[in-house]
């Protein structure tokens, strides 16, 4: 009987083929979870960390310009919406297969919370971003206010369908980790289970496990993905960016972030993560009224960053406008509340051509990109009031009673 709780019979040496037998479990496991073929993939060490070839992988903060960019916004776990946010860009065809050629994608964050296919997204958005590379073109998905809550453990916001998908996940990682021990050329996997409490509901800790700073999701996928990303002028970013951070350095706060997810500091991440003034809960610029959007501050910001014009934000849902931008096109809101968790809304993309040109595009065609002066008329006509301030509140702390996860 092996510890994880699997009989696969006697122990088998394979120490010959023990990477062959690891990456043929692992990509049984990932068809099963996520439905998709991924490949190779970097292996947690014992203390939880990601290595490939022994050194951890730094994340990306600049990449030069690409003829056509798309943003993509809050995905929520609503994999239909995703994938119909791809075909609206035309970087998927119906078969889930790269289409975009040297098209970069970017998703600005938040695929967790809210619905029940987080993973599938996961995987679906790493299985394009493979098929991307190899025709020059890429797919990066960002790190959200969402994602930094599950890595910390918060899950107010987990949908119970979220909460079953990571149980099944862990039955799978569990079965595959089991057959690993049978092979006695194999390193033997880390429990990330061990230490959290077994009185807790299976899909509870299911998901703690996957998500935890170390743990096999968030180091296999969040742990890549950067907080800041500059596609040659744009700055995306999820919630917003203020001067303060860029002192602290772009890189330096990926580099941060990345280590923190990779389970090499606190439970608990930097402290620019969390709070009002947070780079991924920051809403300055993301009113629906460009009265109340700090322009001044925004100009300050992208001044200090190298060559930058203009940044692409998600987090604060525009019901009114869709996809816009304010500012003298300065900053571009791009989450549209696509997920059913989030309204339910129509999914938009924005395009972004030769580093300067912006398009909505949807469900019936592209759309030219409104100035300042018509997005004032149709707030006028929606007789949007002054904002109260509820945009702004961030819970800083919550009584965790946790209902029926299983």
């Given at each position: 009987?092996?510890?994880?709780?699997?009989?696969?019979?006697?122990?088998?040496?394979?120490?010959?083929?023990?990477?062959?037998?690891?990456?043929?479990?692992?990509?049984?496991?990932?068809?099963?979870?996520?439905?998709?073929?991924?490949?190779?993939?970097?292996?947690?060490?014992?203390?939880?960390?990601?290595?490939?070839?022994?050194?951890?992988?730094?994340?990306?903060?600049?990449?030069?310009?690409?003829?056509?960019?798309?943003?993509?916004?809050?995905?929520?776990?609503?994999?239909?919406?995703?994938?119909?946010?791809?075909?609206?860009?035309?970087?998927?065809?119906?078969?889930?297969?790269?289409?975009?050629?040297?098209?970069?994608?970017?998703?600005?964050?938040?695929?967790?919370?809210?619905?029940?296919?987080?993973?599938?997204?996961?995987?679906?958005?790493?299985?394009?971003?493979?098929?991307?590379?190899?025709?020059?073109?890429?797919?990066?998905?960002?790190?959200?206010?969402?994602?930094?809550?599950?890595?910390?453990?918060?899950?107010?916001?987990?949908?119970?369908?979220?909460?079953?998908?990571?149980?099944?996940?862990?039955?799978?990682?569990?079965?595959?980790?089991?057959?690993?021990?049978?092979?006695?050329?194999?390193?033997?996997?880390?429990?990330?289970?061990?230490?959290?409490?077994?009185?807790?509901?299976?899909?509870?800790?299911?998901?703690?496990?996957?998500?935890?700073?170390?743990?096999?999701?968030?180091?296999?996928?969040?742990?890549?993905?950067?907080?800041?990303?500059?596609?040659?002028?744009t700055v995306f970013v999820h919630g917003g960016l203020l001067p303060k951070h860029i002192d602290r350095g772009l890189e330096k706060i990926n580099d941060e972030v990345r280590r923190w997810i990779l389970g090499e500091k606190n439970?608990?991440?930097?402290?620019?993560?969390?709070?009002?003034?947070?780079?991924?809960?920051?809403?300055?610029?993301?009113?629906?009224?460009?009265?109340?959007?700090?322009?001044?501050?925004?100009?300050?910001?992208?001044?200090?960053?190298?060559?930058?014009?203009?940044?692409?934000?998600?987090?604060?849902?525009?019901?009114?406008?869709?996809?816009?931008?304010?500012?003298?096109?300065?900053?571009?809101?791009?989450?549209?509340?696509?997920?059913?968790?989030?309204?339910?809304?129509?999914?938009?993309?924005?395009?972004?051509?030769?580093?300067?040109?912006?398009?909505?595009?949807?469900?019936?065609?592209?759309?030219?990109?409104?100035?300042?002066?018509?997005?004032?008329?149709?707030?006028?006509?929606?007789?949007?009031?002054?904002?109260?301030?509820?945009?702004?509140?961030?819970?800083?702390?919550?009584?965790?009673?946790?209902?029926?996860?299983?």
């Open positions: 009987m092996t510890t994880s709780g699997e009989d696969f019979g006697p122990e088998v040496d394979c120490s010959s083929v023990p990477s062959v037998f690891s990456s043929f479990v692992d990509t049984f496991v990932d068809f099963v979870v996520g439905g998709q073929v991924l490949g190779s993939q970097q292996s947690p060490t014992s203390s939880g960390a990601l290595k490939e070839n022994g050194v951890t992988s730094p994340v990306v903060t600049r990449v030069p310009a690409a003829e056509r960019v798309i943003a993509v916004g809050d995905l929520h776990g609503d994999l239909e919406k995703a994938k119909e946010a791809m075909m609206i860009a035309e970087v998927m065809d119906a078969n889930e297969k790269w289409m975009g050629g040297k098209t970069v994608v970017v998703q600005v964050g938040d695929v967790l919370d809210r619905g029940g296919e987080e993973l599938k997204i996961l995987y679906l958005l790493e299985k394009l971003k493979g098929e991307a590379m190899k025709q020059g073109g890429d797919v990066h998905i960002m790190n959200g206010n969402h994602e930094i809550m599950n890595i910390e453990g918060d899950f107010r916001y987990v949908d119970p369908k979220g909460f079953a998908e990571f149980g099944e996940w862990a039955k799978w990682y569990r079965i595959g980790n089991a057959l690993k021990e049978q092979c006695k050329g194999l390193e033997k996997p880390p429990d990330f289970f061990k230490d959290i409490p077994t009185n807790l509901p299976e899909n509870l800790r299911a998901r703690l496990a996957a998500l935890r700073p170390g743990g096999p999701i968030s180091s296999r996928f969040l742990a890549a993905h950067p907080t800041v990303l500059i596609v040659g002028q439970w608990l991440g930097p402290s620019y993560l969390h709070g009002r003034q947070a780079l991924v809960w920051l809403r300055e610029y993301s009113k629906e009224q460009e009265s109340v959007c700090d322009c001044g501050l925004l100009e300050e910001t992208l001044k200090s960053i190298t060559g930058a014009q203009r940044m692409v934000v998600g987090h604060t849902i525009q019901e009114k406008l869709g996809i816009n931008a304010v500012c003298n096109n300065k900053v571009v809101r791009v989450d549209v509340g696509m997920s059913k968790g989030c309204g339910n809304f129509a999914p938009e993309v924005l395009e972004l051509r030769d580093d300067k040109e912006l398009t909505v595009l949807t469900r019936s065609g592209a759309l030219r990109m409104m100035n300042d002066e018509e997005i004032a008329a149709l707030l006028r006509k929606y007789k949007v009031i002054k904002d109260a301030g509820t945009a702004n509140f961030v819970t800083s702390s919550v009584e965790r009673n946790y209902p029926n996860f299983d």
